[in-house]
């Protein structure tokens, strides 16, 4: 049964995708049509249609069904969309098309940006909170920087809440979900006027979830991988004459998660250089087993740590817009302000408590940051000759993170015998006794950026348009960092500030190797942080055509040379061998796409292929690093290479009545290393092969929905939903090693939620059921090495379980 549903989602998602968005009101009752979709991609209103670039949009409504009101949730309805699950949010991230950034470092950003309101987040985690009252999110595929700018090589999320309307309304929902732990939802948004002129809406939300997974450790005891989340946005708009609004919106959230702890599922292997490379390592997963719950692959839910780990955050921000008519033309101005202050809390040892040979470690990492951005742009009145917009951009982000390390260590006591095979508590007698140590880095980047730009489309004829736009960018980042040890060094490299950079650099001058110098140097410390800097100057662009052969079909055909500003490998563990500044990514992206509008506008189908070459690609690569005396392979970030992506996607929205709709969509994409650049070389095992597909990159992945309406003539109806998604096999590390490879590699899986709804005709009260991952179909959302004795981390998301809700709704 489960493969015929699959097969059918993967089979019908090749002509799909979901192009939710909110539509105009229906004509007749008589005369469905899909009404127009409008979108603000290219900074003016447009219908969806006639935009020449590659666009998935889902409405505010989809976006409040999914199984998490968050970008998280959004990855279902956009097959090229992909999310990174991780332990906090400040390491979670988003991939289009194959391609994005994971980085535990502060001085990177993104490669897909996210806009509020149009407001470019500058951080990454700031886009993963709770979306409440959404109209709708446009997703644009591919390098967007002309108009976007800064972190949008791979493509932009433009998120746009609903604006207060001119009568007294508004909606609530509360939702109860049960079967994976509970979850609790409410909110509610109120539009007030103030004046014939000044209008208001505010909303609030709530949210509480248990968790997924079981802690058994004595001191927790209890279900984790939960969070509490609550938040208020509030947008006041004013017309200030004929020709122009003013538009101010403040929000706030607080989210307190004991999420997201790692899973160990994964059994250690030996090494592809051993006799028998892949096999599992039989001694030490015996050994942990003493110690941990079973390890169940995909199926484990169970974690055996003594400390809760989780995040705690804060965020707020104020945006002004402006929109005036200057003659015929129209003026923005886009002034904002955000601050964001996130604490991570991890256990890294994934163990209980301490034991000879494996040091309790945990983590605590406050971060804190605000950013100040202004944008301003004169747009054409459109429907000329040439139209056009251009303008200017400004922002300053400051991020400041304290990280500190904190290791109980013990080793056996004098005479003491050990049994074998068992982990030996530290607070056992035959242990000595126990020692601390911790590392603790303080560091900063102070980012600026600057640009400059326009695009214009010249309308050669009323079916034929030439498209043209350039972008001029400033960055300049600012970082300082200081790391400093207990004696012993058991928690963290050694020491490093001002004084050991500069001896490593004298000793490198004279001729000694990178790694023999780091260790030369590490005695030179003298408490001072080191400064350092970078900046770069880039003018990227966009050229296309665009044609229509008639109202219902157009065709385009686009190149994009794109670009994201210069980083650094800013992190706890930094070493001088990883402190030079990564180059600037650059792009070459080319894409051709149709868009098509059938049977009345019954039907859309849109189509697009796309190439597009990465140069200097912002990556983490395989590196091998010493903590502790112990020597693993890490993840460093660097510029990977060159890398390309290639494929096709295809949209589809199918309303052949006002009461059913068929939508959804697919793309297949082909991710890979072009040309790899390593970093300095440690072992042979640190070149990744070309050719090695890109991680978070499946070949395929599809999506279908399915609303229909029974109208039953009396005062109710019937709402019947099926929703379905479908992704191929995945890999998630970035390694020339195949044990590694393999153990990191997820299989393909498919999910089917589906749902019933009971209304009013007039939609003014809802309630439904809803059961997601119908099928209880088990899944990883993300694996990693090094868990204890060589064992494999999972991240095992919440929609890996079946699980049921009821929600009501109303509108008033």
Same mark, same amino acid.
Request: charge should be positive; proline fraction near 6%; charged fraction near 15%.
């Given at each position: 049964m489960k493969f015929v549903l699959y097969s059918s989602v993967a089979a019908l998602a090749l002509a799909a995708s979901p192009v939710l968005a909110q539509q105009a009101p229906q004509a007749a009752a008589d005369a469905p049509e899909i009404g127009e979709i409008v979108v603000t991609a290219q900074l003016r209103t447009e219908r969806l249609q006639d935009v020449p670039v590659a666009i998935s949009v889902v409405s505010g409504e989809a976006?409040?069904?999914?199984?998490?009101? $968050? +970008?998280?949730?959004?990855?279902?309805?956009?097959?090229?969309?992909?999310?990174?699950?991780?332990?906090? $949010? +400040?390491?979670?991230?988003?991939?289009? *098309?194959?391609?994005?950034?994971?980085? !535990?470092?502060?001085?990177?950003?993104?490669?897909?940006?996210?806009?509020?309101?149009?407001?470019?987040?500058?951080?990454?985690?700031?886009? !993963?909170?709770?979306?409440?009252?959404?109209?709708?999110?446009?997703? +644009?595929r591919g390098p967007q920087g002309t108009?976007?700018?800064?972190?949008?090589?791979?493509?932009?999320?433009? &998120?746009?809440?609903? =604006? %207060?309307?001119d009568t007294v309304g508004g909606n609530g929902e509360v939702a109860f979900f049960g079967g994976n732990g509970n979850e609790f939802r409410a909110r509610g948004s109120v539009d007030l006027p103030l004046s014939p002129t000044v209008r208001s809406r505010t909303t609030v939300f709530y949210n509480k979830y248990d968790g997924n997974i079981f802690n058994v450790a004595p001191n927790v005891n209890r279900r984790v991988n939960g969070f509490e989340h609550w938040g208020i946005r509030s947008i006041l708009q004013a017309d200030l004459g004929e020709n122009a609004k003013f538009t101010l919106i403040g929000d706030y959230h607080k989210n307190d998660d004991d999420c997201c702890a790692d899973v160990i599922g994964g059994p250690p292997l030996f090494a592809s250089t051993s006799a028998t490379p892949g096999a599992v390592n039989t001694t030490n997963l015996a050994l942990i087993q003493t110690v941990l719950p079973a390890l169940r692959g995909k199926d484990s839910r169970t974690i055996n740590q003594n400390l809760i780990t989780r995040t705690i955050e804060t965020g707020y921000g104020f945006s002004g817009q402006l929109d005036a008519g200057i003659g015929d033309h129209t003026l923005t101005s886009i002034t904002a302000y955000r601050n964001f202050a996130n604490n991570e809390i991890r256990d890294g040892d994934f163990y209980p408590q301490a034991y000879i040979g494996a040091p309790q470690s945990h983590d605590t990492g406050p971060q804190t940051g605000w950013s100040f951005s202004q944008e301003l742009r004169i747009a054409s009145p459109g429907k000329q000759f040439i139209d056009y917009?251009?303008?200017?951009?400004?922002?300053?982000?400051?991020?400041?993170?304290?990280?500190? *390390?904190?290791?109980?260590?013990?080793?056996?006591?004098?005479?003491?015998?050990?049994?074998?095979?068992?982990?030996?508590?530290?607070?056992?007698?035959?242990?000595?006794?126990?020692?601390?140590?911790?590392? /603790?880095?303080?560091?900063?980047?102070?980012?600026?950026?600057?640009?400059?730009?326009? /695009?214009?489309? =010249?309308?050669?004829?009323?079916?034929f348009r030439l498209i043209g736009g350039l972008r001029y960018t400033r960055d300049q980042l600012d970082e300082k960092f200081i790391r400093i040890t207990s004696p012993g060094n058991g928690a963290s490299q050694p020491p490093f500030d001002a004084g050991v950079w500069n001896r490593y650099l004298e000793l490198v001058a004279a001729g000694t190797a990178p790694t023999a110098a780091q260790s030369a140097a590490a005695a030179s410390t003298n408490g001072v942080p080191l400064t350092t800097a970078t900046s770069a100057n880039n003018v990227s662009g966009r050229a296309g055509l665009q044609y229509d052969f008639s109202r219902e079909v157009m065709g385009y055909a686009t190149y994009t040379r794109g670009y994201k500003g210069p980083a650094f490998n800013l992190f706890f563990n930094l070493q001088p061998t990883g402190l030079k500044a990564l180059e600037p990514e650059t792009s070459d992206a080319f894409e051709v796409g149709l868009k098509n509008s059938f049977m009345g506008g019954k039907l859309t189908v849109n189509v697009a292929g796309f190439y597009a070459k990465y140069h200097n690609f912002q990556a983490n690569n395989p590196d091998t690093l010493t903590v502790g005396g112990v020597t693993a392979t890490i993840a460093r970030f660097t510029n990977a290479g060159t890398v390309s992506t290639r494929g096709f996607e295809m949209d589809m929205t199918?309303?052949?009545?006002?009461? !059913?709709?068929?939508?959804?969509?697919?793309?297949?994409?082909?991710?890979?290393?072009?040309?790899?650049?390593?970093? #300095?070389?440690?072992? %042979?095992?640190?070149?990744?092969?070309?050719?090695?597909?890109? %991680?978070?990159?499946? @070949?395929?992945?599809?999506?279908?929905?399915?609303?229909?309406? &029974?109208?039953?003539?009396? #005062? &109710?109806?019937?709402?019947?939903?099926?929703?379905?998604?479908?992704?191929?096999r995945q890999s998630l590390f970035l390694t020339p090693d195949p044990v590694i490879r393999n153990a990191t590699t997820i299989a393909g899986y498919g999910i089917v939620n589906a749902g019933i709804t009971v209304m009013?005709?007039?939609?003014?009260? @809802?309630?439904?059921?809803?059961?997601?991952? +119908?099928?209880?179909?088990?899944?990883?959302?993300a694996i990693s090495t090094g868990g204890?004795?060589?064992?494999?981390?999972?991240?095992?998301?919440?929609?890996?379980? *079946?699980?049921?809700?009821?929600?009501?709704?109303?509108?008033?």
């Open positions: 976006v409040s069904n999914a199984s998490r009101s $968050s +970008l998280e949730g959004v990855t279902a309805l956009v097959p090229s969309l992909n999310f990174v699950k991780a332990g906090t $949010s +400040l390491n979670q991230t988003l991939f289009l *098309r194959g391609l994005g950034t994971t980085s !535990f470092s502060i001085a990177v950003e993104p490669s897909v940006s996210t806009v509020l309101d149009g407001v470019v987040l500058s951080r990454a985690a700031e886009a !993963f909170s709770d979306l409440a009252d959404v109209a709708r999110l446009e997703v +644009l108009l976007f700018g800064r972190n949008a090589s791979a493509g932009v999320i433009n &998120i746009v809440s609903v =604006m %207060p309307g917009v251009a303008g200017a951009y400004y922002a300053y982000t400051f991020t400041q993170r304290v990280f500190r *390390r904190d290791n109980t260590l013990c080793a056996a006591a004098a005479g003491a015998t050990l049994p074998t095979g068992v982990l030996t508590p530290c607070s056992s007698p035959l242990a000595a006794p126990s020692t601390t140590a911790f590392g /603790q880095a303080t560091y900063s980047n102070a980012a600026k950026n600057l640009a400059f730009f326009a /695009q214009a489309t =010249m309308n050669v004829s009323d079916s199918f309303r052949p009545t006002r009461d !059913f709709t068929l939508s959804g969509g697919a793309a297949y994409t082909d991710a890979q290393i072009d040309q790899f650049n390593p970093p #300095p070389v440690r072992t %042979p095992n640190d070149i990744v092969p070309n050719g090695t597909t890109l %991680p978070f990159a499946p @070949k395929f992945k599809g999506s279908l929905n399915a609303d229909y309406r &029974i109208r039953l003539g009396g #005062p &109710i109806d019937i709402g019947l939903n099926v929703q379905g998604t479908y992704q191929s009013d005709q007039d939609d003014r009260y @809802k309630l439904s059921f809803v059961v997601r991952n +119908l099928f209880d179909t088990s899944y990883i959302a204890p004795s060589g064992a494999y981390r999972y991240q095992i998301p919440r929609d890996a379980d *079946r699980y049921w809700g009821i929600i009501g709704r109303v509108n008033f």
